[in-house]
């Protein structure tokens, strides 16, 4: 088995990694690569283009269009949606309009999310559920609101880091699993 899809899902692409599960009704297009061992929820739609990493899950409902890259492991809540033109209009399009957007390794995007193309959301950062996305997200930040604002940092495990160790300004120690944290 290279990879499973429920037969219902539209695959139109053939770079598709090993141990990957489509489910209901999923449409990717031609051209867009998923890695291996991820998981793509009922009625995800990925367009061409788009490069989804190893370990990565998208849930259910989400559109991620041309442009974006999500590298591994990276977290997308139900019904996110990826934009990829700062000046839409229905009567104009052309490819060179595409605006690119990168999720780094890590990251974890909450449901109902929007993210405005031409940002980069850094490592393990985390999206609080139903944030608008419209500048860059530091790595380890923990953003939301709308427009999505920094109100602190996150672990590895995903839990809030809540004051510094004293071994440097941006050293944390996680309450939750004990691991240190540096932030640049």
């Given at each position: 088995?290279?990879?499973?899809?429920?037969?219902?899902?539209?695959?139109?692409?053939?770079?598709?990694?090993?141990?990957?599960?489509?489910?209901?009704?999923?449409?990717?297009?031609?051209?867009?690569?998923?890695?291996?061992?991820?998981?793509?929820?009922?009625?995800?739609?990925?367009?061409?283009?788009?490069v989804i990493g190893d370990g990565s899950k998208i849930q259910n409902f989400v559109s991620v269009y041309k442009g974006v890259v999500i590298e591994d492991q990276v977290f997308v809540g139900p019904s996110a949606t990826?934009?990829?033109?700062?000046?839409?209009?229905?009567?104009?399009?052309?490819?060179?309009?595409?605006?690119?957007?990168?999720?780094?390794?890590g990251a974890s995007i909450g449901a109902n999310s929007t993210v405005v193309c031409g940002c980069t959301i850094g490592e393990y950062a985390m999206v609080g559920a139903g944030s608008v996305v419209a500048k860059d997200v530091p790595p380890f930040a923990l953003v939301m609101g709308c427009p999505a604002a920094?109100?602190?940092?996150?672990?590895?495990?995903?839990?809030?880091?809540?004051?510094p160790t004293g071994v440097g300004k941006s050293t944390f120690r996680c309450a939750y699993c004990g691991r240190e944290v540096s932030i640049e």
């Open positions: 088995m290279t990879f499973w899809a429920h037969p219902t899902a539209v695959i139109e692409s053939a770079d598709i990694g090993e141990g990957t599960r489509i489910w209901h009704y999923a449409h990717i297009r031609e051209g867009a690569r998923i890695g291996e061992r991820c998981n793509i929820g009922k009625g995800v739609y990925i367009d061409s283009g788009v990826f934009t990829n033109d700062l000046h839409p209009r229905a009567f104009i399009w052309d490819e060179d309009m595409v605006v690119p957007t990168l999720v780094k390794r920094q109100r602190g940092y996150v672990c590895y495990c995903g839990k809030r880091l809540e004051r």
